[in-house]
C-alpha cells in the first residue's frame, strides 16, 4: 500500500530553518504530484507548496513564498521542503502528500502521518 513519511520536524526560534523531507512508497512517485499541507493549532488544514511530478513546476502559499522552498528527488522517492526565516505562525503538524495522478486537478489522495513543527518566538 501507500505509504508516506514524514521526518525532520522539531522546536525551532523564530527566524531559524528546519528541512522536512518525505519518503514515499507503494507509488509510482515520478508520475505524482506532491504537496506539503499544515494545520495550525486549532486551524483546518491548508496548502503549503506543491511541485509538479517532474518537479519543474511549484505553487507556494502566499504566507510562505520566499522562505519556503519544495524540491523533489525521483530517484530516492524523496519530496523536501526547505523552510527558512521561521515564524510562529509557521508551527503546526505537516503532512506530505501525493497525488492521484500527475495533474494539479485529480487532487491529492494520499497523506503522510504528519510531522510537528513549533517555532517559538
Known amino acids: 500500500q501507500v505509504q508516506l513519511v514524514e521526518s525532520g520536524g522539531g522546536l525551532v526560534q523564530a527566524g531559524g530553518s528546519l528541512r522536512l523531507s518525505c519518503v514515499a512508497s507503494?507509488?509510482?512517485?515520478?508520475?505524482?504530484?506532491m504537496g506539503w499541507y499544515r494545520q495550525p493549532p486549532g486551524k483546518q488544514r491548508e496548502l503549503v507548496a506543491e511541485?509538479?511530478?517532474?518537479?519543474?513546476?511549484?505553487n507556494y502559499a502566499d504566507s510562505v513564498k520566499g522562505r519556503f522552498t519544495i524540491s523533489r528527488d525521483n530517484a530516492k522517492n524523496t519530496v523536501y521542503l526547505q523552510m527558512n526565516s521561521l515564524k510562529a505562525e509557521d508551527t503546526g503538524v505537516y503532512y506530505c502528500?501525493?497525488?492521484?495522478?500527475?495533474?494539479?486537478?485529480?487532487?491529492?489522495?494520499?497523506w503522510g502521518q504528519g510531522t510537528q513543527v513549533t517555532v517559538s518566538s
Open positions: 502528500a501525493a497525488g492521484r495522478g500527475s495533474n494539479w486537478s485529480a487532487g491529492y489522495g494520499y
Open positions: 511541485i509538479s511530478s517532474g518537479g519543474v513546476s511549484t
Open positions: 507503494g507509488l509510482i512517485f515520478r508520475f505524482k504530484v
